[in-house]
């Protein structure tokens, strides 16, 4: 399905401000405002949580809509619903009627995002889902979802990126995220993120939410994944206790995972107790049908430390590919490596797109993975080699990730180690479709977190 005329609008880049996506909101008579949501952003980990959170919702055996971004493959990865499949054609015949039913003004103002979550709205609704879970794109206070009305909210860390439309200053973009809350109901933190560095952070988010009378959770207070015992803990004010073991599928994922999961656990826990009608099951009596992970992975999962397993001509290669695109997100992935028990030097092959930290990104990656072979995208945002400061010079660099492929087949034994593939959403969704792994295959959860070996 060809999508080119919307993904022509993404040259219009980011337009700060809510008004125009209200006023096409509102002359659609607001499509899935009566549908309950959770709206989830952050820095890192707002997709993997999002995805988790999306599961448990539909191991109830509802139609669940999931709206995330960016896409891996396939455009239609960006709204996904747990009972109706959703593919590009689906989403095509929605966006013609969008733009048969929009005002040509209306239309024409709107961006590539602001469309996209119109059209993750009208199919929901059409869809009769029975709850939304909303990933927020960029940001938060101005971002497209925050149109949405949702029973909660979360944040789940806050450290730089996208500086050119967020700034460089963490308190300023903590304050950016926290713009998705809202007055007298809950907030989820994750309590992660170079912003935990910054003297007086807390502080300053606890005066932010009194100021709303926001009830906040906290990520090491209320919640959290205990490392010492494997255990996801649960005690929010007034609610049941919960200790849920990591078993199953879910003991292959690393620990980044593992936190933003008791994230998403958290936020179904306090859902199904206090927001939602009955008949949805208690966290503790689902948790064990989540171990099992039969049903298809969130796309939001893929990619995430996700493990594939290549057969070539000089004997399988393992591969961890992860979509870290900032630096924080690559500390996460190494971290993520050591809990485990991938120890020692790790060979990689790293994309980054021009627009990112590359030089602090490599600074992190470099600590641990070795050797390290770069390669580009054919892409607006693909970086060069002369973009590097001269530290990072000395790697070799390909113009394409084949090329830089069949080098690491010749320069590799792949009987060493498993090889490291990650530094870009866009190149893991690239090297997703070249090994026919895309999302779109309906995966299990199992099989999408335990991987091929």
């Known amino acids: 399905m060809d999508f080119d005329q919307l993904f022509a609008k993404r040259s219009t880049h980011i337009k700060p401000g809510l008004q125009r996506i209200e006023r096409s909101y509102e002359f659609l008579k607001r499509p899935a405002a009566g549908i309950p949501a959770a709206l989830i952003g952050g820095t890192n980990g707002k997709g993997s949580t999002s995805g988790f959170l999306w599961y448990l919702l539909a191991l109830n055996q509802r139609n669940i809509g999931l709206f995330s971004s960016p896409h891996l493959a396939a455009f239609s990865e960006r709204c996904q619903l747990s009972v109706t499949p959703c593919d590009d054609g689906m989403l095509a015949d929605v966006w013609r009627e969008l733009q048969k039913e929009l005002p040509a003004d209306l239309y024409d103002e709107l961006s590539f995002f602001e469309i996209t979550t119109l059209l993750a709205f009208r199919l929901f609704q059409q869809k009769a889902a029975d709850f939304q879970v909303l990933e927020v794109g960029l940001g938060g206070r101005w971002d497209a979802t925050n149109v949405s009305d949702p029973l909660i909210s979360a944040v789940v860390s806050v450290s730089k990126d996208h500086q050119e439309y967020l700034g460089h200053d963490l308190m300023g973009i903590l304050d950016e995220k926290l713009g998705i809350m809202r007055a007298e109901r809950p907030l989820f933190w994750g309590n992660s993120g170079e912003v935990c560095a910054v003297p007086g952070y807390r502080e300053h988010l606890l005066q932010k939410a009194a100021k709303l009378n926001v009830p906040l959770f906290e990520a090491g207070r209320d919640f959290g994944y205990d490392e010492a015992s494997e255990l996801v803990v649960i005690n929010l004010p007034n609610l049941s206790f919960c200790s849920l073991p990591i078993q199953n599928c879910l003991r292959a994922t690393p620990l980044f995972l593992r936190r933003n999961l008791a994230l998403a656990a958290a936020m179904y826990h306090y859902l199904q107790s206090t927001q939602i009608e009955a008949g949805w099951g ?18 939001t999962l893929y990619g995430r430390s996700q493990r594939l397993l290549i057969p070539t001509e000089r004997g399988p290669v393992r591969l961890i590919l992860d979509v870290s695109h900032n630096p924080d997100g ?18 990689a092959l790293v994309c980054i797109l021009k627009d990112k930290d590359m030089n602090r990104i490599l600074d992190v990656l470099r600590s641990r993975l070795h050797p390290v072979i770069l390669f580009g995208i054919e892409h607006e945002r693909a970086w060069q080699p002369e973009l590097l400061d001269a530290r990072h010079r000395d790697l070799p660099f390909f113009s394409n990730f084949t090329e830089a492929w069949n080098a690491a087949l010749v320069r590799w034994n792949p009987a060493d180690a498993p090889w490291a593939v990650c530094g870009s959403v866009l190149a893991v969704g690239r090297i997703l479709q070249h090994f026919d792994s895309a999302p779109k295959d309906g995966i299990s959860l199992e099989r999408c977190l335990s991987g091929d070996w």
């Open 282 to 299: 208690p966290l503790n009596e689902i948790w064990p049908l989540l171990g099992e992970g039969q049903a298809a992975a969130p796309v």
């Open 330 to 347: 690559a500390q996460a992935f190494l971290t993520g490596l050591t809990s485990r028990g991938l120890a020692g030097p790790m060979p």
